[in-house]
């Protein structure tokens, strides 16, 4: 956008992303200007397409963004401990056949998120999946393993939703299932 970022800014900038896996737009648009041919708008539509980022927060001040790249977060999700307000839903997707080359775990992640996020929640990327934490208060947890070829769907929901976390839960699998397709 034309505005100098200085030296500590920038190295700030490389160590969150190296951290969690999330880069600020400047970054990544620079980025894209110096290393791809494609014009930078088109450069992060077919990334975010292909869900190799997914666009964190909101959208309406470009210079604002963030983009998760789950491929490259090092910090690993845990699964979530019994919370004494809210229910644990799990789903178990496991992949049976060959082996599921480990990127397919990325893309995944990416699609978990384009699935639950939204302005208002706050996501967490890691090397193994993604938390999802909703402005209401619920959980929403996806944890792979590329060496036992699965991949969890944690959800924390209040008893007084239960209803509306299993229609959360299938939807998410369902969506999930159709995105690998």
Known sequence: CGKTIEKSKYQEMIDTFNTTGVMEAPLLLNLLERESNLPVDIAVELLKTFHLVHLFGSSARPINQKYIIPYFATRTITAPQLHSNLIPL???LLFH????PGYVF???TASYLDINSNPFCVSEVGSNGATVVQSNGVMNHLIHSFVERRV????LYPANKIDQAWASQLNTSRDLYQYSH
């Open 90 to 92: 799990k789903v178990d």
């Open 97 to 100: 056949g060959l082996p599921v």
């Open 106 to 108: 990325s893309l995944i």
């Open 152 to 155: 969890t769907l944690i959800t």
